[in-house]
């Protein structure tokens, strides 16, 4: 039998990316598709001392239903490291959601009616722009540079557009890396503010600095109360906590509660009480320090690998933290063109345009370095350079691939 399904589900389109990572995980390859975080840094057994404990001393809580807000103690402990960030914030200001991702959804429902106008970042995550577009929002495309998205575009633009919300990732950004200056926090708050638009600041890299001075969140540098952030211990732990957390007006924040409730009634008790235990004990600051030395190396060993191995005309990114690097191919050579080839030299990516809400472009790619040890990275580097000066020689003009993603090892 054919149930009908809703107008939304039928509209939703699975994400490409999710459908390359089928591809790319096979062991023999290489891969920089995903957004992977280094699993051998997880905190495996610090974790499991901290899930035995909660089944030791409170399993019956830890078991049983709880609130949609969140466990009190997390909350205050997330409040006190925002107050050090300098972030002014209460525990009513702040919701535990599971994963970022949820709290994506959730801001959806309570700021998004079906043609709300959201301006985005071009290129931005793709999975913010698949669920926004679930609630009906019609994008409004801002583009960015090394800086971050070009706040100067963005006066004229809501005028024309009555855009009610701006999302961004402001710091090293997925895709790209990059982060928003000081100068443009300061613009986009003071466009914001003056228009009466919401901002999502979803900030899951933020902690993930390697290079460079830290600079305030949005939230830190909002004195209106226009700005919602999201984060995740998803980057800072591990993503299979599902633990992040949403921080903004009281108002924002108890909406989203109440929308909670209809899609999981809480976050796991059990994941919340062993995080919080963890972080009671756990030398969280040390463990952010080694995160970012790793990921400072690996990033750093990924672009002078692409230095040595990339042909002319090739740029990409420089990121100061995060994961992602974001690659630009010479001749305007299609990325999803040079998949195929890639995969037989047993290297992956994620080809651009997907990240794209609007106008696409087809001559990008991401590459993750978050997950790989350096010499592979160096390795991969080599194998993907090849793969790009192949497609530079006059030989390949013209060849096409019926279907980058249909290969199969
Ligand atoms: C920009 C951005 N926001 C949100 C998320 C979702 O993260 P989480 O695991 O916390 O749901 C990701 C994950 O890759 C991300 O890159």
Redesign the pocket.
């Known amino acids: 039998m054919n149930l009908t399904l809703s107008h939304r589900a039928q509209s939703a389109k699975p994400s490409l990316v999710r459908e390359i990572l089928k591809v790319t995980e096979h062991p023999e390859i290489l891969s920089f598709a995903g ?1 992977l975080p280094a699993p051998e840094l997880f905190p495996i057994e610090a974790m499991a001392a901290a899930h035995a404990e909660v089944f030791a001393q409170e399993g019956k809580a830890a078991l049983q239903y709880s609130t949609t807000e969140g466990l009190p103690g997390l909350r205050a402990w997330l409040v006190d490291r925002l107050r050090s960030h300098g972030v002014t914030t209460d525990v009513e200001s702040t919701l535990i959601t599971s ?4 709290g ?1 959804d959730l801001a959806a429902r309570v700021l998004i009616d079906p043609g709300t106008v959201v301006a985005v970042e071009e290129p931005s ?1 793709l ?2 722009l698949q669920a926004f577009e679930g609630y009906g929002a019609r994008f409004a495309s801002v583009a960015s540079d090394d800086d971050g998205m070009c706040v100067d575009q963005l006066e004229a633009l809501v005028e024309r557009e009555k855009v009610r919300v701006i999302y961004l ?1 402001p710091c090293f950004q ?1 895709p790209k890396g990059t982060t928003l200056t000081l100068e443009r926090r300061i613009r986009l708050l003071e466009i914001a503010t003056k228009h009466g638009i919401a901002i999502i600041e ?1 900030d ?2 933020g902690e993930l600095r390697f290079r460079g001075e830290h600079l305030p969140s949005l939230l830190a540098l909002d004195g209106h109360g226009v700005v919602l952030r ?1 984060s ?1 211990f ?1 980057k800072t732990l591990a ?1 299979g906590l ?1 633990i ?1 957390f949403a921080n903004g007006p009281r108002e924002v924040i108890r909406a989203m509660a109440v929308a909670k409730q209809s899609c999981d009634l809480h976050t796991s008790s059990l994941s919340q009480r062993a995080l919080h235990r963890l972080l009671q004990t756990f030398d969280f600051e040390g463990h952010l320090t080694v995160l970012r030395q790793t990921y400072g190396h690996r990033c750093t060993t990924m672009l002078t690998s692409l230095a040595r191995h990339m042909p002319a005309g090739t740029h990409w990114t420089r990121p100061d933290g995060g994961m992602f690097v974001w690659l630009q191919l010479p001749n305007e050579i299609r990325a999803e063109d040079l998949f195929a080839d890639a995969i037989a030299d047993k290297v992956a990516f994620v080809p651009g345009s997907s990240f794209f809400a609007n106008e696409k472009h087809y001559d990008f790619m991401r590459l993750n370095f978050s997950n790989c040890q350096p010499a592979s990275i160096e390795e991969g580097m080599a194998r993907l350079g090849r793969v790009v000066t192949n497609a530079t020689a006059p030989a390949w003009q013209g060849q096409t691939h019926a279907s980058p993603f249909s290969v199969r090892l």
């Open positions: 957004g994963g970022s991702q949820q994506i995550y999975a913010a990732v997925n979803d899951p890299y999201l995740s998803s993503p599902r992040g």
